[in-house]
């Protein structure tokens, strides 16, 4: 079987951030921030006019339980996917970077195989390739259609972007919405788009510490922002939209939690980047209500609604709630895991009749 999926440029860090320190007066700011938007310019551009082919093969049998891993090292150039440093079989070497990267694509094939039976991104074993070291002073990690690459960030405002193990599961998620609602990069159905990112990101980190939904934080990209943050914990907030950082460098956190603060603009594909604050919160809330953890029953929840074949390309986050009350009540019947859906989603105004 031969599907066409259309590949999107997804890139962990907002535009908007990346707008905000380019106007900034200090070279050491702007200078890498407007590489990074150039770059992500173009490559943005390139992707929409680029069809990512899957070929499954129906002779192949049943993929491995285990993921099929190759790190690949840019040298700091722009040139992909680079010299191949890291094998699946391979022992941890010194490059930390490269150790990082190999680990984080495991924990994301583990949560999507272990908890959800899901073979890698594609379902039918797609090998998870990556690209370190991408770039000069590179403030970004992106998921280009086919693989992840990660910048070293400039080290003042960004560090290494495979430090958050977070950061890894979002960009490879978007890679699973790829081959499954490819939902489209614009407006609410793009900010679903990133939401499902921030999700899934989000639970990968829990499942791989062992983390409740209580002892979570509920943080994407913890630990990447970089010395030269004075107020600012991470890129966004799902248990808090709008408050990972506050600061004079980086602007202010422009995420809503509400339908009431939702952001009009042209800007960043409609808001993409910014409005998944509103989803996000929504299952921080359900995950939350229902307690343990996370990645069993809100999880099982959203990834049922992902995959389940009904999700349309252009859905709005109305459409989605509603198959989400409707996965709740297929998966664990009228009780309170539909009570908890319908009150998540009332919770940030989004209705779901």
């Known amino acids: ?27 050491g700011h702007f200078e ?37 891993r190759t790190i690949y090292d840019a040298g700091h150039r722009e040139t992909l996917p680079g010299r191949k440093v890291h094998a699946e079989a391979d022992a941890p070497g010194k490059d930390a970077t490269v150790n990082r990267a190999h680990a984080g694509l495991g924990a994301t094939f583990d949560l999507f195989y272990k908890v959800y039976g899901r073979h890698s991104i594609d379902d ?5 390739n990556a690209t370190v070291h991408y770039g000069e002073k590179y403030d970004n990690a992106f998921w280009d259609g086919e693989q992840m690459v990660f910048g070293d960030g400039d080290g003042d405002l960004f560090l290494d972007f495979t430090l958050p193990v977070d950061v890894i599961g979002h960009e490879l998620t978007h890679g699973v919405t790829q081959h499954t609602a ?4 614009y407006g609410q159905s793009g900010a679903l788009n990133e939401s499902v990112s921030d ?5 990968i980190k829990q499942y791989a510490l062992g983390q409740s939904a209580d002892q979570a934080d509920w943080l994407i990209g913890a630990g990447l922002l970089g010395p030269g943050v004075d107020r600012g914990t991470a890129l966004r907030s799902m248990k808090a939209p709008g408050t990972a950082y506050d600061d004079d460098v980086l602007g202010k956190d422009p995420q809503p939690a509400t339908m009431e603060d939702y952001v009009r603009t042209s800007r960043d594909n409609g808001g993409v980047h910014i409005n998944s604050g509103i989803p996000n919160h929504a299952f921080y809330l359900l995950a939350t209500a229902l307690g343990g953890n996370a990645w069993e029953r809100a999880g099982k929840i959203w990834y049922a609604t992902l995959t389940g074949g009904e999700l349309s390309t252009d859905a709005d986050f109305a459409e989605f709630a509603r198959l989400t009350v409707a996965s709740a009540r297929s998966l664990y019947g009228e009780g309170d895991a539909v009570q908890a859906v319908l ?11």
Not at 4 to 10: A, L
Not at 32 to 40: I, N, V
Not at 182 to 185: A, I, Q, S, T, V
Request: aromatic share 4%; glycine share 8%; proline share 8%.
């Open 343 to 353: 009150k998540a989603w009332g919770q940030v105004g989004v209705a779901t009749t």
């Open 199 to 203: 999700v899934f990101g989000s639970l």
């Open 124 to 128: 039918c074993g797609l090998p998870l």
């Open 1 to 27: 079987m031969t599907t066409q999926k259309h590949g999107v440029f997804c890139g962990i860090v907002p535009p908007h951030v990346l707008d905000h320190l380019a106007q900034s007066e200090v070279p």
């Open 32 to 68: 890498p921030a407007r590489r990074t938007l150039e770059h992500d310019g173009v490559l943005r551009t390139r992707r929409r006019v680029t069809a990512v082919r899957t070929v499954v093969d129906s002779s192949a049998g049943t993929p491995s339980d285990k993921p099929q």
């Open 182 to 185: 490819n939902l489209e990069y």
